[in-house]
């Protein structure tokens, strides 16, 4: 690499750092500076208060638990910070997905909930007490272990899931809106990639006045209908469609074939246009307001289907995958099968997040903390992202040799950025010299914190789905 890109790429380094800088409203140079020892630290982060003892913070620990407690993120101007680093050519592609930040053993934790954790190692528990965050990702079209994080939101409890999601995604597109292309086109329309937990008929009619596409798993035992007229009481829906079904006389409207890949072998993706499910009054769509003998919306749009040859480890598909896409134009089937395959590359990033950068490792009482801790934690990820083409591989001694012309993996790139810093310099001022506090009052006693129920064990007056819709009937 040349010494002009290399000049570039930290001074785009070093714009970030002093932007990010000013997002922090209250104990900002203590919440940089533990942003900073989070990825100048070679070890994973297994408690904060290891990272008090890192040369870059050059603070107390006291100082580093009150920036968690006292602190303030301005996260508006973090969002548009992050929204910035997107590229301006070529289409834009996210991955929306959640995941737990487990608080099981921390009673006096508000607002916790049971939340799906697909890594319970004994088989039988498949939830995890704790906080969901909603992640907003931007995708690479290529094979990577990188994505940039655009957007995070922590969900609270007894909210809507699709509602929650649908203002997220709605709030990160006006951002692209408002950002202008060098050339002073528009915008093509971005594809949002999701997991088989989100609702794809409500995320539609939620987003259906919105220039996207959404790409959506559904599950292999689902049934949908064409909305041709037929006989019957489906008269209305038309003709039944079942995805599990042995043998199926409905001939695709689309099909594409690619003869052979590195990974999958032959693949087949066929599509059926204009279908939609069958919609209840429970969850998004109990919160439309319609009449209750009133007809519910039909949701119409195209099921994808997607045959491989073989899985990447040469095993044999032991069931075939079925995608969900609306939008304002005809899917394309070669982009929709390689971009959900780009979805897992998040899971990348929630390793790396919780297991060497110490996401889940911070024991914070109150979520807001949390909520904090986890912009530390994304601003820290993405200065990673910023110079992931421009250090030397520091490998271990056991490891493999980096592949040539490969960008370096995110825990390489986090062992040399240590000299980057040294060279870029840091925008927070070193610390003020102050002497011990008195300490505790005589005579004045700690009192007991308030303990809080999970989500699951409150009380309530009336029966809940869940989506959060009360239903007292």
Not at 20 to 36: G, I, K, M, Q
Not at 250 to 256: G, Q, T
Request: overall charge positive; proline content about 8%; hydrophobic content about 35%.
């Amino acid at each position: 690499m040349s010494l002009l890109a290399d000049s570039e790429e930290l001074s785009e380094l070093s714009s970030f750092r002093a932007r990010f800088h000013d997002c922090l409203e209250t104990r900002a140079d203590a919440l940089f500076e533990l942003a900073d020892a989070v990825i100048c630290t070679d070890r994973p982060v297994t408690s904060l208060v290891e990272l008090s003892l890192a040369s870059v913070f050059r603070r107390g620990r006291g100082a580093l638990y009150d920036a968690l407690a006292n602190g303030r993120v301005d996260e508006e101007r973090m969002r548009d910070l992050l929204a910035d680093r997107l590229p301006t050519d070529g289409p834009l592609m996210f991955g929306v997905d959640a995941t737990a930040f487990p608080r099981p053993n921390a009673e006096c934790s508000p607002d916790r909930g049971h939340h799906y954790a697909p890594c319970r190692c004994d088989g039988a528990r498949k939830t995890v007490v704790g906080w969901q965050f909603q992640w907003i990702t931007g995708l690479e079209w290529g094979t990577s272990s990188w994505t940039l994080p655009v957007d995070v939101r922590r969900l609270p409890e007894n909210t809507c899931p699709v509602a929650e999601t649908a203002r997220q995604i709605r709030q990160l597109v006006g951002r692209l809106i408002a950002r202008e292309r060098p050339d002073g086109s528009r915008w093509p329309a971005p594809l949002f990639v999701l997991d088989q937990g989100y609702c794809g008929a409500g995320l539609s009619h939620a987003l259906a006045d919105l220039d996207v596409q959404l790409l959506v798993r559904i599950g292999g035992d689902g049934v949908f209908y064409d909305g041709w007229p037929g006989p019957g009481r489906n008269g209305v829906h038309g003709r039944r469609f079942e995805l599990d079904a042995a043998v199926n006389l409905r001939r695709p409207d689309r099909l594409h074939v690619v003869a052979d890949t590195r990974r999958h072998g032959r693949v087949e993706i066929r599509a059926w246009s204009g279908m939609h499910r069958k919609v209840h009054r429970v969850g998004y769509f109990a919160r439309l307001g319609a009449p209750l003998f009133g007809r519910l919306p039909i949701v119409e749009g195209t099921v994808i289907e997607v045959r491989v040859e073989r899985l990447p480890d040469g095993r044999a598909p032991h069931r075939t995958m079925w995608l969900w896409h609306s939008g304002p134009e005809e899917p394309d089937l070669d982009v929709c099968w390689r971009a959900y395959q780009r979805r897992f590359d998040m899971e990348h990033t929630f390793r790396l997040l919780k297991s060497y950068l110490g996401w889940t490792a911070a024991r914070v009482r109150h979520p807001e903390q949390a909520v904090r801790w986890t912009w530390l934690l994304v601003a820290a990820y993405v200065q990673l992202w910023l110079v992931r083409g421009l250090p030397k591989d520091l490998r271990r001694p056991w490891e493999r040799r980096a592949r040539p012309g490969r960008v370096l993996t995110p825990v390489r790139v986090r062992r040399a950025f240590r000299h980057m810093r040294d060279r870029v310099g840091t925008p927070a001022r070193g610390p003020k010299f102050t002497r011990p506090g008195p300490g505790r009052p005589p005579g004045r006693r700690n009192t007991p914190a308030p303990r809080h129920l999970i989500g699951s064990e409150r009380p309530k007056e009336g029966k809940t789905d869940s989506n959060g819709v009360e239903d007292k009937g």
